[in-house]
């Protein structure tokens, strides 16, 4: 079942040169004419995840309900903020653009298999204007949270935000 998928920049232009991958569905990429990437998927009635990445830019998730026929969609990926470079071992307190900022206490970065993270380290504080009608897409997610059982409310409730930051740490190109 054919699916087209169309990545594009804050602006609106469509990128190129970066991979899609998911863990709960079989993709195949079947052709890539920018700005749209053709996919071949098993339809099934599940809800799928898709994962798209490009070297410099945050990773654009794509969420479905199922998917049963033919689908077409369009997601932004949100250049990677610089990145700001500090020792491990002494922590500190850094801002990124926007005022975005973050405490490190020293010594509390873990690697992924849960050692102790000494040394330099990349941090990167990317802000996400969820209100700009490209840039917003490429926020992963909606902005509706689910009452509890108990509230007599509709089910979904539209959640308001300051802002939105995507805060990432890595050493050597691992994710911390």
Same mark, same amino acid.
């Given at each position: @079942?054919?699916?087209?998928?169309? %990545? %594009?920049?804050?602006?609106?232009?469509? $990128? #190129?040169?970066?991979s899609?991958? =998911?863990? =709960? @569905?079989?993709?195949?990429?079947?052709e890539?004419?920018?700005?749209? @990437?053709?996919?071949?998927? $098993?339809?099934h009635?599940?809800?799928?995840l898709l994962?798209?990445?490009? +070297?410099?830019?945050? #990773?654009?998730?794509?969420?479905f309900?199922?998917?049963?026929?033919?689908? =077409?969609h369009q997601?932004t990926? $949100?250049?990677?903020?610089?990145? /700001? !470079? *500090?020792?491990?071992?002494?922590?500190?307190?850094?801002?990124?653009?926007?005022?975005?900022?973050?405490?490190i206490p020293? &010594?509390?970065?873990?690697?992924p298999?849960? =050692?102790? %993270?000494?040394?330099?380290?990349?941090?990167? /504080? !990317?802000? /996400?204007?969820?209100?700009?009608?490209?840039?917003? #897409?490429?926020?992963? &997610?909606?902005?509706? &949270?689910?009452?509890?059982?108990?509230?007599? +409310?509709?089910?979904h +409730?539209?959640?308001?935000?300051?802002?939105?930051?995507? $805060?990432? *740490?890595?050493?050597?190109? %691992?994710?911390l």
């Amino acid at each position: @079942m054919p699916l087209s998928l169309a %990545v %594009v920049d804050k602006n609106g232009v469509p $990128i #190129d040169g970066y991979s899609v991958t =998911s863990s =709960s @569905m079989d993709i195949k990429q079947t052709e890539n004419k920018p700005p749209l @990437m053709a996919l071949s998927v $098993i339809p099934h009635s599940n809800d799928s995840l898709l994962r798209i990445r490009k +070297q410099g830019y945050l #990773d654009g998730l794509v969420f479905f309900e199922g998917i049963q026929g033919p689908h =077409s969609h369009q997601t932004t990926l $949100i250049e990677r903020a610089p990145p /700001i !470079t *500090f020792d491990a071992g002494l922590g500190g307190q850094f801002f990124g653009p926007l005022g975005t900022g973050v405490e490190i206490p020293p &010594g509390s970065l873990r690697k992924p298999d849960g =050692s102790a %993270v000494t040394g330099p380290v990349e941090l990167y /504080i !990317t802000p /996400i204007d969820t209100s700009h009608p490209i840039v917003g #897409d490429g926020f992963p &997610g909606s902005f509706y &949270g689910v009452q509890n059982a108990d509230e007599e +409310q509709e089910d979904h +409730q539209l959640l308001f935000t300051y802002g939105v930051a995507n $805060i990432t *740490f890595e050493q050597e190109g %691992v994710e911390l």
